[in-house]
Antibody, heavy 122, light 106 residues
Framework: QITLKESGPTLVKPTQTLTLTCTFSGFSLSTSGVGVGWIRQPPGKALEWLALIYWDDDKRYSPSLNSRLTVTKGTSKNQVVLTMTNMDPVDTATYYC??????????????WGQGTLVTVSS | SYELTQPPSVSVSPGQTASITCSGHKLGDKYASWYQQKPGQSPVLVIYQDTKRPSGIPERFSGSNSGNTATLTINGSQAMDEADYYCQAWDSSSVVFGGGTKLTVL
C-alpha cells in the first residue's frame, strides 16, 4: 500500500524559503521507473506541476519556477525534500506530494498525499 | 511553453454521457492522463496513457486521444461523478496540467 504525506510550515513570510518534506511508504525510490512529484494548487485554482525526482536522481522542474526550486532525496530513504526560495503571497497553495509512474515520455501520478496548505503572509 | 486547454464547465444529466475535452498542439502524439478532484480532497487518477483505467476506477470512465484533442468520457454519469477534472501530459521534459473542468451532474 503506497502512502505519501507532506510536512512543513503552514505559514511563511514573504522572501523566506519554504522547505517541505514528503515521507512515503510502500515503494522505493531506488526502483527503476519510480519518481516523486510535487504539485500545488492555489485556493480555488488549477493544479500546477512543480518538480519531479526520479529513481536515478534525475530531476525536472517547472520552467516558470526552475530558478526557485530544488528537489532532493532526503537523508532518510523514504523522504523527498522540496525547497522553494523567495516565497510570495501568490505562492499560497496546497502542496501535494505524489508517486510518479510511467515510462519514457509518459509521466502520471497514481498516488497523492493529502496535501499541505502553505500560506505566505507577513 | 506547452499549454492544455479545457472548457471551464460541463453539465450532464444523470445517466447521460459526459465528454470533457483537453486541447493541445499535437496532443495526440503525447500521452494524456486525467484526474478527478472532489471538493476538499486530493486528486485521483482516473485515466492514464490515454485510455487505461487504474484499478478501482469504474468502467464508465474512458479516454481517447487523437489529433489535438484528448477526451474523457463518462458513460451513464452519476451524481458521485460531479467534480473537477484535470488533464495532464508530458512535453519537453515538463509535466503540464490543463486548467480544469467542473463537471456538474443535474
Amino acid at each position: 500500500q503506497i502512502t505519501l504525506k507532506e510536512s512543513g510550515p503552514t505559514l511563511v513570510k514573504p522572501t523566506q524559503t519554504l522547505t517541505l518534506t514528503c515521507t512515503f511508504s510502500g515503494f522505493s525510490l531506488s526502483t527503476s521507473g519510480v519518481g516523486v512529484g510535487w504539485i500545488r494548487q492555489p485556493p480555488g485554482k488549477a493544479l500546477e506541476w512543480l518538480a519531479l525526482i526520479y529513481w536515478d536522481d534525475d530531476k525536472r522542474y517547472s520552467p516558470s519556477l526552475n530558478s526557485r526550486l530544488t528537489v532532493t532525496k532526503g537523508t532518510s530513504k523514504n523522504q523527498v525534500v522540496l525547497t522553494m526560495t523567495n516565497m510570495d503571497p501568490v505562492d499560497t497553495a496546497t502542496y501535494y506530494c505524489t508517486h510518479r509512474s510511467g515510462g519514457q515520455w509518459l509521466d502520471y501520478f497514481d498516488y497523492w498525499g493529502q496535501g499541505t496548505l502553505v500560506t505566505v503572509s507577513s | 511553453s506547452y499549454e492544455l486547454t479545457q472548457p471551464p464547465s460541463v453539465s450532464v444529466s444523470p445517466g447521460q454521457t459526459a465528454s470533457i475535452t483537453c486541447s493541445g498542439h499535437k496532443l495526440g502524439d503525447k500521452y494524456a492522463s486525467w484526474y478527478q478532484q472532489k471538493p476538499g480532497q486530493s486528486p485521483v487518477l482516473v485515466i492514464y496513457q490515454d485510455t487505461k483505467r487504474p484499478s478501482g476506477i469504474p468502467e464508465r470512465f474512458s479516454g481517447s486521444n487523437s489529433g489535438n484533442t484528448a477526451t474523457l468520457t463518462i458513460n451513464g454519469s452519476q451524481a458521485m461523478d460531479e467534480a473537477d477534472y484535470y488533464c495532464q501530459a508530458w512535453d519537453s521534459s515538463s509535466v503540464v496540467f490543463g486548467g480544469g473542468t467542473k463537471l456538474t451532474v443535474l
